[in-house]
């Protein structure tokens, strides 16, 4: 029963270093340049298949990671550039917004489907089998996952605290105007943050696709589910998105392992919904 | 007469006589009866989007609720099915106001997560035990719901035309009651919340008191149509919670022009008859689609009622050839 627990618990932490990735992804073009962008599902899912096609033309994973990453900024770069810097002049621009996201969202899963069919598509993982540690088996993927899902979100805290950009970006979001003042461009600043986030979305895409496979509309899921978290830890904070991306892989973990898969997006539902409702600002975040 | 419904009118009498010339075409007239109620249902997503700025993404699942709740009551209460589509109406505007609770101290874009996480959660709601328990028939729906009857006469969609004429009365009758909403005190107060809520509050105007009328009212339509929709095809699935509806209805919304009546409906006729046009490109229709989201979205987005109430046609036209000029020059 402990063992069971501890499995369970392990399988939520691992779900959770994934979570952290697509859920900073989504705070940081939330906090910075406040659209809510719905195609980042969409992204998730070109993530996965850029790797299937890059693995499955002979370039191995290695090839997977060199070209993804350049690629998934380049989407996110353009994106901003060319759908969402158009409509930031109107008044009505965050409606707006998140309706050209969304058509692009829809753009991209037919595009996929058209491109790939509606069958879900695999690439083996980058290091196979298992280890035993005692009495517990752990998928040397799912180590993968930890371990690069944790490497990413340290260098990507380096960054913003460490570069130029990184500093921009948030001052950005602190402060746009005072940002303006002292010399940042806001506008490359905003392309970004969305090609910044499309990486970290897509580059957990990536990492996913030897488990969980990936398929024209599995990116909705990503979306709520990042979403929920965002709010459940604060949409303008950062380490409130972390610490709730690995709170929710847990309980996720649990709730499926106790009532059943079936139940775990009434599960995020209802965490949606108690956040909204009791605390709104989630647990670290600043309103707004 | 105001503009607006000056040109609703015109239309619809221009609609009245489409069966003359097509009444031998069932295919024709399925689309235009599909045509007739999606109207109306952009155009409640209008009043609640357009005209109070509230973001939701809740129609969809407002339409299948309507449809499910009146197949549901007149299965297994046996009850008319016209009582049926009124009752589902009330049912699902007490959702509608039940999801726009937790909606009202939300800014816009959290608002359109709620909506849509209600979105998602209903297709495995409808697909599972408790769903089931209710007489949701699990995945694959309800195939036998009960048509309507008019006195001795049974509607069949073998015969379309006696189903145009009702559909096209019952929708001209919600629009109509949209039309008057918007004209109204209500109207106003949508307004004013949309452009500026904390202005409204400060004049007297209770935002969530008009948040929730406007949800419920949204929601009662377009539950109604729903459960129209449900009694002409006789069967409701879940797979009108895919994504095609909700896309197809998106570009209504944004062809038509939000916010400006009755720009949804010209908008679902569009829509609609390119859809029906692009089914030549099969998978590709989608992709187009989207494409067409994006791009109406930052080209004209005040879309073709935008058009159709600028004071000076030509010269909106000049602007919407230079704004495409610009940006594509930027390019």
New interface residues.
């Given amino acids: 029963m402990l063992q069971e627990i501890i499995e369970v618990l392990i399988s939520g932490i691992t779900s959770g270093s994934i979570y952290a990735m697509m859920a900073l992804g989504m705070a940081l073009v939330y906090g910075v340049t406040k659209v809510f962008n719905f195609a980042y599902g969409s992204f998730y899912t070109m993530g996965g298949y850029l790797a299937y096609v890059v693995y499955s033309s002979g370039l191995g994973h290695l090839g997977v990671f060199l070209i993804t990453l350049p690629v998934l900024f380049a989407a996110g770069w353009w994106t901003e550039k060319l759908a969402i810097k158009p409509l930031r002049k109107r008044d009505d621009w965050e409606m707006l917004a998140v309706m050209v996201t969304l058509g692009l969202a829809l753009f991209l899963d037919n595009l996929h489907q058209v491109i790939f069919g509606p069958f879900k598509k695999s690439i083996p993982a980058l290091v196979e089998g298992q280890t035993h540690v005692g009495t517990f088996v752990f998928s040397n993927h799912d180590v993968t996952i930890l371990v690069a899902a944790l490497l990413s979100m340290l260098f990507f805290v380096l960054f913003l605290n460490k570069s130029y950009i990184g500093m921009s970006v948030r001052a950005v979001a602190q402060n746009p105007i005072g940002a303006q003042i002292v010399g940042v461009a806001n506008n490359r600043i905003f392309a970004y943050t969305f090609a910044l986030s499309a990486v970290l979305v897509g580059t957990a895409g990536v990492l996913l696709v030897p488990k969980y496979y990936v398929h024209p509309f599995g990116g909705w899921d990503i979306l709520v589910k990042a979403w929920v978290i965002t709010a459940f830890g604060g949409m303008g904070s950062l380490k409130g998105s972390f610490y709730a991306a690995f709170i929710l892989g847990i309980v996720e973990a649990f709730v499926g392992w106790h009532f059943g898969l079936t139940w775990t997006i009434f599960a995020w539902f209802t965490v949606l919904l108690g956040t909204l409702i009791i605390r709104p600002q989630g647990l670290f975040g600043t309103w707004g | 007469m105001r503009q607006d419904l000056k040109i609703l009118i015109g239309f619809y009498s221009v609609l009245a006589f489409w069966p003359l010339f097509f009444h031998n075409n069932p295919g024709i007239m399925h689309i235009l009866i599909l045509c007739l109620l999606w109207g109306v249902v952009a155009a409640s997503w209008d009043l609640i ?1 357009g005209f109070a ?1 509230i ?1 939701t ?1 809740g129609q969809v699942a407002f339409y299948v609720i309507g449809g499910y709740g009146s197949a549901i009551l007149t299965r297994t209460f046996g009850i008319s099915p016209w009582l049926g589509i009124l009752a589902a109406g009330g049912i699902t505007a007490i959702i509608g106001i039940l999801v726009g609770l ?1 909606c009202l ?6 608002v ?3 909506t ?2 209600v979105h ?2 209903l297709e ?2 409808l697909k ?1 035990e408790p769903g089931r328990a209710i007489g949701t028939g699990g995945p694959q729906g309800i195939l036998d719901i009960p048509p309507l009857t008019f006195f001795e006469y049974t509607y069949n969609s073998m015969e379309p035309v006696p189903w145009f004429y009702t559909v096209f009365i019952i929708s001209f009758i919600s629009l109509f009651i949209i039309y008057k909403i918007i004209h109204s005190n209500w109207g106003l107060a949508f307004l004013t919340i949309r452009d500026s809520e904390v202005f409204a509050r400060s004049i007297g105007v209770n935002d969530f008191k008009y948040k929730l009328i406007v949800f419920a009212i949204s929601a009662f339509i377009t539950g109604m149509i729903g459960a129209v929709y449900a009694h002409y095809v006789g069967m409701m699935s879940h797979r009108l919670l895919g ?1 095609d509806f ?2 197809i209805l ?1 570009v209504m919304l ?1 062809l038509g022009g ?1 916010g400006r009546f009755p720009g949804a409906v010209l908008g679902a006729f569009i829509a609609v008859f390119i859809s029906e046009e692009l089914r030549i490109f099969e ?2 229709r ?2 187009i ?6 791009l109406l ?2 080209f004209m ?1 005040q879309g073709i009622a935008g058009f159709l109430f600028s004071d000076n046609k030509l010269k909106s036209t000049r602007n919407l050839m230079t704004l495409m000029n610009k ?1 594509l020059s930027k ?1």
Avoid: C, D, E, Q
């Avoid at chain 2, 689609?289 to 994006?294: E, K, L, S, T």
């Fill in positions: 989007m700025g973001f993404f937790p101290r939300l800014k816009g874009s959290y359109a997560l709620v849509f996480a998602m959660i495995p709601f599972s994504l909700f896309l998106m944004v939000m998978t590709y989608n992709v689609f989207g494409a067409m989201v994006i979205v930052i987005p940006k390019l």
